[in-house]
């Protein structure tokens, strides 16, 4: 990947693919959507984040609060829509963020459907089994379940069409907080 600079916004910022051109016309040389879920949900109830001012922190509870797959797919469409109709607007590299439904029995399932629905947008794709705030999404990150996974995931993003280009990379985010000796039993190429 060639990014135009290593200056971007995570996911999190733009979880629905609403203000895409905005970053980018602030210098951002990738902008990363999502997380994405296949189908809409509201996410944790309210109140969800949570500012220590004594500890200058804050704690984010969102779980996973999306528009969908379809909602977001029409965005990023009116997006590369402006980009063809006005060449003069920045654009750097985009990463999709795609995570599960919280009531979803599986996710594998669950990843295959956004990268279906939204890779023919992203020049990366990320399979997001991180947030502490949906049930059972971190237990994913064992190594049985990551390979399977994975593996499913890729398996569809193989017997899609794609452009010249071809596919997009798959990333995966981990945990921030698994030990070392988690983080050697996970790496692993496909």
Not at 48 to 59: G, M
């Amino acid at each position: 990947m060639d990014f135009p600079n290593p200056v971007g916004l995570a996911a999190g910022f733009d979880k629905d693919a609403q203000v895409v051109e905005p970053m980018f016309g602030l210098g951002f040389g990738f902008v990363e959507v999502g997380s994405v879920t296949p189908e809409p949900q509201p996410g944790n109830p309210q109140p969800r984040v949570f500012r220590l001012k004594d500890l200058k922190a804050t704690i984010n509870r969102y779980g996973f609060n999306s528009a969908g797959a379809d909602k977001v797919d029409d965005n990023l469409f009116d997006f590369a829509a402006r980009v063809k109709a006005d060449p003069s607007i920045k654009r750097g590299m985009l990463g999709i963020n795609l995570g599960k439904n919280k009531t979803s029995k599986d996710a594998a399932t669950d990843y295959s459907v956004g990268l279906t629905k939204l890779g023919k947008h992203a020049d990366y794709v990320v399979i997001n089994v991180s947030s502490p705030n949906t049930p059972g999404l971190r237990s994913l990150q064992g190594r049985k379940q990551l390979e399977d996974l994975v593996k499913q995931v890729s398996l569809t993003r193989d017997r899609m069409r794609w452009g010249p280009s071809g596919p997009p990379p798959l990333l995966v985010k981990i945990a921030p907080d698994l030990t070392e000796t988690d983080k050697k039993v996970r790496r692993w190429r496909g």
